[in-house]
């Protein structure tokens, strides 16, 4: 779910939310929406984003799982990996697709 020189990873999500996240595809560190496509720091850890009004995005790759925030939220948007299909692409490159899908959050 993020990109990181020599380790490159695809990731794509598809989740019901109220906001208007739509799917995001983080290997090409962009999150989309129904307003437009923004590019995010997909990295471990939290930060915030250029996507107008999200005031948070955490990737915890050890634990399989991500969430995000928008402003005016009293709570966050949690996402699990469901499953990954994680391949060599080249000389010092993993490429692969992790799917995440919504899911209660208990962190």
């Known amino acids: 779910m993020y990109l990181n020189v020599p380790v490159l990873f695809t990731a794509l999500s598809a989740f019901a939310t109220t906001a208007s996240a739509d799917w ?42 991500a969430h995000f925030k928008f402003k005016g939220w009293t709570t966050k948007s949690c996402l699990h990996v469901t499953s990954s299909d994680i391949n060599t692409c080249g000389t010092g490159f993993t490429c692969g697709t992790m799917i995440f899908e919504p899911v209660k959050c208990t962190w």
């Not at 962009?30 to 720091?41: E, M, P, Q, R």
Request: glycine share 10%; aromatic share 10%; proline share 2%.
């Open 24 to 65: 995001m595809n983080v290997g090409m560190v962009s999150f989309h929406t129904a307003n437009g496509d923004y590019s995010i720091d997909a990295d471990n850890g939290c930060r915030g984003t250029s996507v107008p009004d999200m005031i948070e995005f955490c990737a915890d790759y050890a634990r399989d799982r």
